[in-house]
């Protein structure tokens, strides 16, 4: 299994609030980094300090995990990923995929990044009542509890 670094970056105080979420669920692990995109930087202020990390590991495998889509940190990691075959780049992050990628293992960073996106999409969930208003979840009964 190779190590693949995860690095989290957001608008605003997104990558660091994601950071303190895990923090109260999990150990996180070494090489993953939390990239705020700050209101006061611009778009090449952010490409240094992604390349800050990235340079820290030449050889590295790397995912790049974004808020939005089309926003100013899926863009500048967008283009890192299209010169660089050992970084890929995923938006939609939410605290289930990246608590659940503390505890997974990866073949590679494009296997990390599809499993992202997987994990993601199955993480969404539309809580509705039953006719006898009691919840209905898709957890079981001794899972109920939550984390």
Known sequence: ??????????HGGFASGMQAALHLLSAIPDNW?????????SDKDLQKEFEKVINNKPDGQFVMFTDLAGGTPFKVAAALSYSNKNI???????LGSLLESIYST???????AEKLVSISKEGIQHFTMDDSDSTSTNASDEESDGI
Request: with cysteine.
């Open 1 to 10: 299994m190779a190590e693949i670094n995860l690095i989290v970056s957001g």
């Open 106 to 112: 990866y073949d590679s960073s494009d296997d990390m």
């Open 88 to 94: 890929q780049t995923v938006s939609g992050c939410n």
């Open 33 to 41: 980094s939390f990239i705020d995109f700050k209101e006061s930087m």
